[in-house]
């Protein structure tokens, strides 16, 4: 909402008030001033001239050469490219040395001719293309003939004024009108408030006697009120009109519409003047649309309306939709001579439904969105009237005709000032409370203690203790309240299980070189189930703003890898990223995807880089492996945790694992196939997703100490010849199952496939170490032993080497 | 006399020998050669039978005294020659201490997380407990049961990725707090809530699609808006410095009543006016209030017995403001000169 400050104090006395100062305190008190706008800045010294002669430029097909008086002794030269310069005109001009948009105008030549200054638009003078008026839109403004010449033109276009911006919350609908604003910046300042006049003439002719109004829709049109207005001259606005229009961010049309809209701002009420004739048969019915049903609206689109919208008709074909747009062929134009002006009060969800459906969000249904005053349908109509009668020579016809079926009753708060302090935490006095309540002219009244308040109709966001609760403290001023933390228990707060140990597997992974990435959740139908680690329906939205954010992710992996390729194209070869986050799949019975919390990380380029002793490691396999082992064991998950070969859609055939949790699934780990690494850019690189939900929710047991060894172990190895396939886990599952209770560990210390091996052939090498915390370990117990787990092996078919 | 000329000329010969040696080597050698078993003097000591009986102890006593002079001096070089051997080996061990030390790979963790992280201790610390919920929701939770019934114009605040009628990706942190206060069946809390939201908006240098919000409510007996005033102090004074200021200014939203925003006096130029404050020497940093009535209704709390409040604020523009980043689409892209950035710690 733009309010200009020399609209408002005709409602309030703003005398000696900075506009600053009166932003800062409006804001301070209920409503964001977001901006504080001077008209007059960045320009000086414009001047209202008069175009006394105009010559063609002799160099130049567009430019004109005029001679412009400014009540000055001579005549002063400025030459001018308008196309719309026309002798006799009255135009605004920059003089000499002054300012617009904050340039320096200086007398110069134009193609060899002397200028002294320039002409000026409304855009040049700092107007938005978008509200100056069609006919001036393209050209220089022409000011009414009565303007006197050299008269200062920031005075004259009433630049002279300053705009506060006010950034309003859905609830402040009363602020959506000049009125509305008056009353809050009245209660602020503490000032009484002037109405406007809305006393006109009628004619002996009643309006019913040529308009009949019917209304079937009646519980989402509780009330409609038309006035009728017969010889109207269309021309255009007064020159203080426009300039209240333009202030408020509306285009000048003619008279008939720029005062609807100027009641509009005024009043926050939405009008509609209708072409009695056009309307063609002196009814006005309002009702529902048919299924299907066709308007053309006054900004000439053909649109379809459905059964919920409202419309206003003649009777026969829909004229308008309510309090959404006109329609085309009853508007104004310059022919009408009668007006059939409309105030009425429609149901605020229909209008809203109304304007979604047709994609037509107007001044008008947004006022009736947020609800409007009920008690300002009449005032507005007969302001209507009365403009019309003293701008546009209309003849008033007497009365309106009107259907009221309307509560305008206001809402009625019972409050106790111990409430309100209470919630609050502060002591009010109840004198204090009424002096508020009454500066915002709320009705007040005090009984038994109690405030009894009838809250006035424009303000429609009060209806409850809280919000008087709010009225008073914003006024009171929130810097009264004071500084204090609640009472009453007080428990330990803290993390959760499953909290504490997703933070724990945080610190871990970024403790093993693991950045923390965030990407989106949602991503294109084709990458959504990319890597999955199951098969679920995929949930996509209803209207997506784009393919590549249309549905939920179903693993993380693809965006993580997305962000490695964008840090190696940007000369970051090695790159280490991991995620936590949700997976969506399936359907709950809640009706919800179920969000399964993930793991993932994506590693590529050296794992190791220290350049000057020339050890570079490049990441591999057993890097990422090594990383995940570490956040096992500090799990408690070491021995729960197996690895199988694997096949996962996009990663390395033979450099794939599952990773498994008592023999269960969780998740995978491995290379990114080779056609995948090409595709983005990648060298090496190795990926793994997992089940978080799953790791974090197996159970830990208690830490016990177990005592340091107090005897020597003793430790043999042994290196086995098998088959290329064979798995270094099998092998130490039969070594284990072989060595006995004195087998305390198995470590793979050598892997071999070189030539000297026979092809299909490696060789592996384990260190076996025996120990028992009881005593030292005869050597008779240690072969005795080892001899088991060599005849094991021997058995499954290695061989000893 | 032959053998004791012979006793001089070779105790002269030996000292001359160990004096000339430069290593233990060397020394081992000479050693070996003149004071072992098959060395001249142990073969001198041999000779001793040819000698007559009463010249036998003179000379024995001499022979040995030659040893041990000899021995001593063969001691005294042989330290020498150590101690050498030790200086040797330092100087050649000696390296470049200024040369860059092994990189030990650390990371760390996102921004957001580290803003998210000191919030959440910060309120753990106050006795608040982490409440977390669905990022795909219910219509109802993320509007309705916070008093944004269908059709409310507030809903065009928060422009709604929808999946269906009833179903939509959340807006705000705050359906957990309904679901909190449905679970919590009218008993008092305190909970701060942390997550991932989502509005429909084109991702620019000020707007992202998906961003995160951390919320906080408290209900409870009493609950006061000066408790509201007082816990964000609090906050304020912790996050941004202990001589941080705040001011509340009214607001809207339809879960609160009344409603407030939370400005902080610039950290940069202490209300000064300057940059990052606009000039204005106040810097918004959150939305609050009291819980409005029908939500607590709606959640089964007795609003004429309980109260609360509620704040709520955006990660991304606290960690904007704090670190100065300029794009919170960095957020998002994981750039590792960016997220590498946020490794080290501050006072």
């Known amino acids: 909402m733009l309010v200009s400050l020399k609209w408002l104090s005709q409602y309030v006395d703003l005398q000696g008030l900075e506009a600053e100062d009166l932003a800062e305190k409006i804001t301070r008190s209920g409503i964001e001033v977001e901006g504080v706008h001077h008209l007059s800045k960045g320009i000086k010294k414009i001047m209202v001239g008069q175009i006394k002669e105009i010559k063609k430029h002799p160099d130049s097909d567009h430019l ?167 010889n109207v001259k269309i021309g255009e606005s007064p020159l203080w009109l426009q300039q209240r229009l333009m202030a408020a961010g509306v285009r000048p049309l003619n008279n008939v519409v720029d005062i609807t809209n100027y009641i509009l701002m005024e009043y926050g009420q939405p009008l509609h003047a209708f072409d009695y004739d056009a309307l063609g048969t002196g009814e006005i019915v309002v009702r529902l649309a048919k299924e299907g049903e066709p308007i053309k609206t006054l900004d000439g689109q053909d649109r379809v309306l459905n059964a919920k919208n409202l419309v206003i008709t003649n009777g026969k074909e829909p004229v308008a939709v309510a309090g959404v747009m006109g329609g085309y062929d009853s508007e104004v134009t310059d022919k009408t001579t009668t007006v059939v002006i409309e105030s009425a009060y429609f149901d605020g969800l ?137 009472v009453g228990e007080s428990k330990a707060g803290g993390l959760n299980a499953y909290q504490a140990k997703r933070r724990l597997i945080h610190h871990q992974l970024q403790g093993s070189g693991l950045y923390q990435a965030l990407t989106y959740s949602l991503t294109s139908d084709e990458l959504s189930q990319k890597y999955a680690l199951e098969t679920a329906p995929t949930t996509r939205l209803l209207m997506p703003m784009s393919e590549e954010r249309s549905t939920l992710r179903q693993s993380i992996l693809p965006h993580l890898i997305e962000s490695v390729t964008y840090n190696v194209s940007r000369q970051q070869d090695s790159v280490a990223l991991y995620e936590i986050g949700s997976v969506f799949l399936g359907e709950t019975e809640e009706g919800l995807p179920r969000e399964e919390s993930h793991l993932a990380a994506v590693m590529t380029g050296n794992w190791l880089n220290n350049a000057w002793q020339g050890e570079h490691k490049k990441v591999d396999f057993f890097v990422l492996k090594g990383i995940l082992e570490s956040l096992f064991a500090k799990l408690d998950l070491t021995t729960r945790i197996t690895y199988e070969t694997a096949v996962v859609d996009g990663l390395h055939p033979g450099r794939t694992a599952n990773i498994l949790l008592d023999g269960k699934r969780i998740g995978f780990l491995g290379q990114l196939h080779p056609a995948e690494q090409k595709a983005n850019g990648l060298k090496e690189t190795y990926v793994m997703e997992l089940n978080l939900e799953e790791i974090i929710a197996a159970s830990i047991e208690p830490l016990v100490y177990v005592p340091v060894p107090r005897f020597p172990s003793i430790s043999r190895d042994i290196a086995l010849i098998v088959d290329r396939t064979t798995k270094a886990a099998d092998l130490e599952a039969t070594i284990r199952n072989a060595g006995g209770k004195l087998l305390k560990e198995v470590n793979v210390f050598d892997l071999y496939e070189g030539e000297k091996m026979e092809l299909g052939k490696k060789s592996v090498a384990f260190t076996l170490t025996y120990f028992t915390p009881e005593r030292t370990l005869t050597d008779e117990e240690v072969v005795a032993a080892h001899d088991k787990v060599v005849a094991a092996l021997t058995e499954s078919g290695a061989e000893l080497r | 006399m032959a053998m004791i000329e012979q006793l001089t000329q070779l105790k002269e010969e030996v000292i001359e020998k160990i004096t000339a040696t430069e290593n233990i080597k060397q020394l081992n050698e000479v050693r070996v050669a003149y004071l072992g078993k098959k060395g001249p003097i142990t073969d001198l000591l041999k000779g001793m039978g040819k000698l007559p009986v009463e010249e036998r102890p003179k000379m024995g006593a001499l022979v040995n005294e030659v040893r041990a002079e000899v021995q001593h001096i063969h001691d005294v070089r042989k330290a020498t020659l150590e101690e050498q051997a030790i200086q040797e080996q330092l100087e050649k061990e000696a390296i470049d201490v200024t040369l860059p030390g092994r990189p030990v790979k650390v990371a760390n963790a996102h921004p957001l997380t580290r803003v998210i992280e000191e919030i959440e201790d ?116 912790k996050m941004f410095g202990e001589d941080r200021e705040i001011r509340l200014r009214p607001s809207f939203f339809p879960f609160t009543e009344p409603s407030v925003e939370m400005d902080i006096s610039c950290f940069k130029c202490g209300g000064e006016g300057c940059n990052v404050c606009k000039h204005t020497g106040w810097i918004e940093i959150l939305g609050a209030g009291m819980v409005h009535p029908n939500v607590l209704s709606m959640a089964g709390y007795d609003p004429k017995k309980v109260s609360g409040f509620a704040f709520g604020m955006g990660p991304e523009r606290i960690a904007m403001l704090k670190y100065g980043v300029d794009d919170i689409r960095h957020f998002y892209t994981n750039d590792v000169r960016f997220l590498s950035q946020f490794h080290r710690t501050e006072e």
Do not use: W
């Open chain 2, 122 to 237: 910060l309120f753990i610390s106050m006795g608040y407990e982490v409440a977390e919920g669905p990022e795909v929701e219910k219509d109802y939770y993320n509007f309705e049961a916070l008093n944004l019934p269908k059709g409310h114009p507030a809903r065009d605040m928060q422009d709604t990725f929808y999946i269906s009628e009833e179903i939509l990706m959340r807006t705000h942190t705050s359906p957990v707090q309904a679901r909190t206060m449905e679970k919590k069946q009218g008993a008092s809390f305190k909970i701060i809530c942390p997550g991932k939201v989502f509005r429909r908006d084109n991702d620019d240098a000020t707007h992202s699609h998906q961003f995160t919000q951390i919320e906080g409510l408290v209900v409870g007996e009493n609950i006061r808006m000066s408790d509201l005033k007082g816990t964000l102090d609090i906050f304020a004074k």
């Open chain 1, 64 to 230: 004109n050469i005029c001679q412009v008086d400014f009540g000055e002794d001579e005549l002063s030269q400025i030459v001018c490219g308008a196309p719309n310069v026309a002798e006799g005109q009255k135009i605004v001009a920059v003089r000499p040395n002054g300012y617009v948009g904050g340039k320096k105008i200086k007398k110069g030549k134009l193609r060899g001719e002397v200028s002294n200054g320039m002409i000026c638009s409304l855009q040049e003078l700092g107007i938005e293309g978008k509200v100056v008026p069609k006919k001036y839109a393209d050209g220089i403004y022409v000011l009414p003939e009565e303007t006197p010449v050299g008269m200062d033109a920031i005075k004259a276009l009433g630049l002279d004024d300053v705009i506060l911006e006010l950034g309003l919350t859905p609830n402040r609908s009363d602020a959506m009108s000049m009125l509305g604003v008056a009353y809050e910046v009245a209660a602020i300042l503490s000032e009484e408030i002037k109405l406007p006049e809305t006393a006109h003439e009628e004619s002996a002719q009643k309006a019913e006697e040529v308009l009949k109004v019917r209304v079937e829709a009646k519980d989402v049109n509780p009330m409609y009120t038309a006035k009728v207005v017969k």
């Open chain 1, 350 to 486: 229909t209008v809203r439904y109304t304007a979604k459906d047709l994609g037509l969000r107007s001044e008008a249904s947004a006022r009736y969105e947020k609800g409007v005053d009920p008690n300002r349908v009449i005032p507005a109509a007969e302001r209507a009237a009365q403009l019309l009668a003293e701008i546009a020579g209309g003849e008033v016809l007497s009365g309106a005709v009107v259907f009221d079926e309307l509560d305008k009753t206001p809402a009625k708060v019972v409050v106790s000032p111990d409430f309100v302090n209470s919630r609050l935490g502060m002591k009010i006095s109840l004198n204090e409370m009424v002096t508020i309540l009454t500066r915002l002219k709320f009705d007040v009244e005090t009984a038994n203690g109690l405030l009894y308040i009838d809250a006035p109709t424009r303000r429609q966001d009060i209806k409850i203790e809280e919000d008087i609760v709010e009225e008073i403290a914003r006024l009171y001023g929130y810097d009264e309240i004071p500084a204090t933390v609640p």
